[in-house]
């Protein structure tokens, strides 16, 4: 009886052990964090006083110039809001206070528009062209 209780002890000692190795080991988890990724081909807010931004809103004033039956020239005086949506060209939505020029100043008493333009850019060519504009006072 002795040793078949002594092989039953020394059985389940084995088996404990082998129970203990077989147990799962807890598994590190990487840690998820949501990230601001815009949409590609989608739209989305920009700085209005970006480089970039400022460089596209002078590029519209000025083939909102050159198309303009205006006698007198507009400059940009600030960008208020920019969206930009990327797809084979940058496409800028644009919306801007232009005043009217005399010469090279700005006069005091100028007529002021608030417009909204809609430009591209070409990065292989650098090119800037203008799509759309509209303009209230």
Known sequence: MAPQLLMLSLVSALYLVAQGQEQPQPIEEELITAKNIQPLGGWFNRDPESPEIQTAAKAAV?????????????????????????????????????GKTKCLKTEHNSDRLT???????????????LSASSCQK
């Open 115 to 129: 417009c909204t333009f809609e430009v591209w850019f070409n990065p292989r060519n650098d090119k800037h062209e």
């Open 62 to 98: 000025e083939a909102f110039n050159s198309q303009s039956n205006a006698r007198k020239y507009f400059r940009l005086i600030n960008v208020i809001s920019a969206e930009t949506q990327v797809t084979n060209k940058i496409n800028y939505k644009i919306e801007a206070t232009i």
